[in-house]
C-alpha cells in the first residue's frame, strides 16, 4: 500500500514506545500518567449521572455548537490567571492534544519553519510531524528556552509557530522566567510568528510563586494558550481548550468541525455539572499535595541512589524530573538492553524529545502515577543497574 510520507513520520515518533513494559510487574516511569487514586471517581460519576438522568435527551444528539456554559467557566479561569478572555475565545478540544495538532494545521504548510524546545513533548511532535515542517530546535536552560538561540532563528529562518510549555515543561520540568516569556513576545512581534502556548502543566506548583502566562503579555493576538483538564480532573474524558483572538479560533473551529465535527456533549455537560457543584480548585490542591510528595520521595531516592556522574533536577511543579548521563551514554540502548530486561523497569530516553534524534544521554521519570513503593523500589533498581552497566558494559 502506499502511504503517505507523514504516516512514516507519525509511526516513528516513538510515542507509542512510552507505555512498552516487560510483563506487569514492570515499575513504569514513562508514561504522563495522573495517580489513578486521585481522580474524582464518585463526584465525576454523579455528573454524568445528573447529565443522563436529567431529561433532557439533547445532551445525546449533535449539538451544531460548543457549550456556552462551560466555556464561560474556562474563560473566567482565564481571567483569574490574568488573561483577558471571553467565552466567545474559548475552543474545546479532544484534550490538549487535539489543540497542538489544530494550531499546526492552522499554521504550518509543508516545509514551514516551526521553533520547538529540545528536548520537549514528544506528543506535540507526532503531531506536528503530520504537517511535515522545518523544526529549529532551540536548548532549554535552566530558565527557560535560550532567547538568544531562538532570536538566531528568527533573524536567519522563516519561521511561522513557535511552540512552548513554558510551566513545568515537559520533560524537564524547568519554569521560563518571567523575562523569557516577554521576550518571547516582542520576539514573535518583531518577526510576525504565532506562539502555541502549552500549559497542561500550570495548575501543579507545589513550590514558589506563580508566574504570568505568555498570553497575558500578548499585545498582537499572537498567542495560541492551550489547557487540559486530563491532568487536573481525568485524562479518559479527552477534554482540553484553547484561547486565541476570534478570527484565529474560527478557524481553528472549522477545521476541528472536519476533524471529529463536535466535542462529545456528554463529556462538556457533565464537566460542566462538576464544575458548577464540586470546587476543581480545592481537588487541585489536593492532587498537588500528594505529586509533591511523590517527586520529593523520588528525589530522595534519587540522591541516595544514583552514581555521581548521574544529574537531575528538582522541578517545583508538573510530573516529571529529569535525569542527565555522560554525554557518550546512549540512553536507549542501556534501556532496551539492559534496563527493561534486567531491572524491570522503563522511563523515556532523551532521543526522541529532540527533533535532531542526536540527544541519547537523558530521560524522562514520571512521578505522578507509580506508588510510593513503586517510586522506591524502581530508583533503586535504576541505580543499582546503572552502577553495575558503568562498571561491567562501558568499563
Known amino acids: 500500500m502506499n502511504f503517505s510520507s507523514r504516516t512514516d513520520l507519525t509511526i516513528h515518533s516513538?510515542?507509542?514506545?512510552?507505555?512498552?513494559?516487560?510483563?506487569?510487574q514492570t515499575i513504569s516511569f514513562a508514561g504522563g500518567?495522573?495517580?489513578?487514586?486521585?481522580?474524582?471517581?464518585?463526584e465525576l460519576a454523579k455528573?454524568?449521572?445528573?447529565?443522563?438522568?436529567?431529561?433532557?435527551?439533547?445532551?445525546?444528539?449533535?449539538?451544531?455548537?460548543?457549550?456556552?456554559?462551560?466555556?464561560?467557566?474556562?474563560?473566567?479561569?482565564?481571567?483569574?490567571?490574568?488573561?483577558?478572555?471571553?467565552?466567545?475565545?474559548?475552543?474545546?478540544?479532544?484534550?490538549?492534544?487535539?489543540?497542538?495538532?489544530?494550531?499546526?494545521?492552522?499554521?504550518?504548510?509543508?516545509?514551514?519553519?516551526?521553533?520547538?524546545?529540545?528536548?520537549?513533548?514528544?506528543?506535540?511532535?507526532?503531531a506536528f510531524d503530520a504537517v511535515e515542517p522545518t523544526f529549529y530546535e532551540v536548548p532549554i536552560e535552566q530558565d527557560g528556552m535560550n532567547i538568544k538561540v531562538l532570536e538566531h532563528i528568527l533573524k536567519h529562518h522563516e519561521v511561522k509557530m513557535i511552540y512552548t510549555i513554558p510551566d513545568f515543561q515537559n520533560p524537564t520540568g524547568t519554569v521560563m522566567s518571567?523575562?523569557?516569556r516577554k521576550a518571547m513576545v516582542k520576539l514573535a512581534n518583531r518577526y510576525d510568528v504565532m506562539i502555541v502556548e502549552d500549559a497542561a502543566y500550570r495548575d501543579l506548583r507545589f513550590t514558589g510563586t506563580q508566574l504570568p502566562t505568555i498570553k497575558q503579555f500578548d499585545t498582537e493576538d499572537r498567542v495560541i494558550y492551550v489547557g487540559s483538564f486530563s491532568k487536573i480532573l481525568a485524562?479518559?474524558?479527552?477534554?482540553?481548550?484553547?484561547?486565541?483572538?476570534?478570527?484565529?479560533?474560527?478557524?481553528?473551529?472549522?477545521l476541528k468541525s472536519s476533524a471529529d465535527v463536535e466535542t462529545?456533549?456528554?463529556?462538556?455537560?457533565?464537566?460542566?455539572?462538576?464544575?458548577?457543584?464540586?470546587?476543581?480548585?480545592?481537588?487541585?490542591?489536593?492532587?498537588?499535595?500528594?505529586?509533591?510528595?511523590?517527586?520529593?520521595?523520588?528525589?530522595?531516592?534519587?540522591?541516595?541512589?544514583?552514581?555521581?556522574?548521574?544529574?537531575f533536577n528538582n522541578p517545583e511543579g508538573?510530573?516529571?524530573?529529569?535525569?542527565?548521563?555522560?554525554?557518550?551514554?546512549?540512553?536507549?540502548?542501556?534501556?532496551?538492553?539492559?534496563?527493561?530486561?534486567?531491572?524491570n523497569v522503563t522511563l523515556v530516553p532523551s532521543k526522541n524529545l529532540f527533533t535532531s534524534k542526536s540527544i541519547h544521554n537523558g530521560a524522562r521519570l514520571n512521578f505522578t502515577q507509580p506508588t510510593n513503593e513503586q517510586i522506591r523500589d524502581g530508583i533503586s533498581r535504576l541505580g543499582s543497574a546503572l552502577t553495575e552497566y558503568f562498571s561491567t558494559v562501558l568499563v
Not at 500518567?33 to 464518585?42: A, H, K, Q, V, W
Not at 455539572?273 to 520521595?297: G, P, S
Request: proline share 5%; net charge negative.
Open 14 to 24: 516513538g510515542l507509542n514506545d512510552i507505555f512498552k513494559t516487560k510483563d506487569s
Open 33 to 42: 500518567l495522573p495517580d489513578n487514586s486521585l481522580f474524582p471517581s464518585e
Open 47 to 126: 455528573s454524568y449521572n445528573s447529565v443522563i438522568t436529567g431529561g433532557d435527551s439533547t445532551v445525546f444528539q449533535y449539538t451544531g455548537k460548543q457549550m456556552p456554559e462551560l466555556r464561560e467557566k474556562i474563560s473566567s479561569k482565564m481571567n483569574d490567571y490574568g488573561v483577558n478572555a471571553t467565552a466567545d475565545d474559548v475552543l474545546l478540544t479532544q484534550g490538549a492534544q487535539q489543540a497542538l495538532s489544530l494550531a499546526a494545521q492552522l499554521l504550518i504548510d509543508k516545509g514551514d519553519g516551526l521553533v520547538v524546545e529540545g528536548p520537549t513533548y514528544i506528543g506535540a511532535l507526532a
Open 178 to 180: 518571567v523575562e523569557k
Open 235 to 254: 485524562p479518559a474524558m479527552r477534554l482540553g481548550w484553547l484561547v486565541a483572538a476570534p478570527e484565529v479560533r474560527g478557524d481553528l473551529e472549522a
Open 264 to 311: 462529545s456533549s456528554l463529556t462538556m455537560n457533565a464537566v460542566n455539572d462538576y464544575l458548577e457543584h464540586h470546587d476543581i480548585n480545592q481537588h487541585i490542591e489536593e492532587i498537588k499535595t500528594v505529586y509533591c510528595h511523590k517527586k520529593n520521595l523520588m528525589y530522595q531516592a534519587l540522591t541516595e541512589n544514583m552514581p555521581k556522574d548521574v544529574k
Open 318 to 343: 508538573g510530573f516529571f524530573i529529569w535525569l542527565e548521563l555522560p554525554e557518550k551514554f546512549d540512553m536507549d540502548q542501556f534501556l532496551d538492553d539492559y534496563l527493561l530486561p534486567v531491572a
